[in-house]
C-alpha cells in the first residue's frame, strides 16, 4: 500500500507545476482542495414474477388438461395453451367455456438493496474549512488550486501551508428491488351430452305395438287350434 502510495505521489509530482521558494526559514503557501458529502435518494422498483397453471375439466370432474408455465396468462405461451385445451374439449363433444380465473395470490419473494455509482455535483453545500499544516524541510508538498503544484521545502525550512477545503454534494440512488410471485389458476369447463340407453318414446310405443300385435296372433292361432 505505501509502495502504490509513493507511486501515485510520483506521477502527481511529474505532472504538477512548481511554486517557487521565496526562501527564509519560515514560508507560508496556500492551496486549495475538495471533499463530497453523499446524498442518497432512495428508489424502489417491482419486479413481477408469474406461475400460472390452466385446466381443462370435462363433464365437471375429468381433467382432460393441466399445464404450469412461468408467464402471464396474457403471454403467447398460454394463449397458446387455451386453444389446445379448447381442441380437447371440442374432440370429446363439449363446448369449451371462457377461461375462469379460479385461484389467485402475491407473495413477496425478496427484496434487495444496492446503491447505484456516486455522481460528483458542483454544487457547494456551502460548508467551507481552513486548516494549516507545518512541513518541515527537506520536503516536497501539494499547494495551489485543488493541490496540484509543488512546492519544495528546502532544509531546514519551515513551511506552513493554508488549505482552504470546500465541501460539495455528491449523488447517489439507493434501489430496493422487490420482487412478487403472482400465482394464478385459469380453468375452462366443458359438458359433453350423455349418450341416454332409455329408448325414445316413439321406440316405447313401438315396443308395444309389436307386443300387441304378437298377443293376437298367439290369440288367434290358439283360437283356430280349438276350433
Request: net charge negative.
Amino acid at each position: 500500500m505505501k509502495f502504490l502510495s509513493s507511486l501515485l505521489l510520483a506521477a502527481a509530482l511529474a505532472q504538477a507545476a512548481v511554486a517557487p521558494n521565496p526562501g527564509g526559514q519560515n514560508v507560508i503557501t496556500n492551496s486549495t482542495s475538495s471533499s463530497y458529502v453523499t446524498v442518497q435518494t432512495p428508489v424502489t422498483q417491482q419486479v413481477n414474477q408469474y406461475s400460472t397453471t390452466l385446466k381443462a375439466i370435462l363433464n365437471g370432474s375429468q381433467t382432460v388438461f393441466q399445464q404450469t408455465y412461468t408467464v402471464a396468462f396474457s403471454d403467447p405461451a398460454v394463449q397458446a395453451a387455451v386453444s389446445t385445451a379448447d381442441a380437447i374439449l371440442t374432440g370429446d363433444g363439449a363446448s369449451p367455456s371462457a377461461p375462469a380465473q379460479t385461484s389467485t395470490s402475491t407473495v413477496l419473494q425478496s427484496s434487495l438493496v444496492s446503491n447505484g455509482p456516486i455522481v460528483q455535483s458542483t454544487q457547494a453545500t456551502g460548508n467551507v474549512s481552513v486548516t494549516t499544516v507545518d512541513t518541515f524541510g527537506p520536503a516536497t508538498i501539494m499547494v495551489g488550486d485543488n493541490q496540484s503544484d509543488t512546492f519544495t521545502v528546502l532544509a531546514g525550512q519551515e513551511d506552513i501551508n493554508v488549505n482552504t477545503n470546500t465541501e460539495y454534494y455528491a449523488y447517489q440512488n439507493v434501489t430496493t428491488t422487490n420482487t412478487y410471485l403472482t400465482t394464478q389458476t385459469y380453468t375452462i369447463s366443458g359438458t359433453a351430452a350423455a349418450v341416454s340407453a332409455t329408448p325414445a318414446p316413439a321406440s316405447w310405443l313401438l315396443l308395444l305395438i309389436g307386443l300387441a300385435v304378437a298377443g293376437l296372433l298367439t290369440w288367434l292361432r290358439r283360437l283356430k287350434e280349438s276350433s
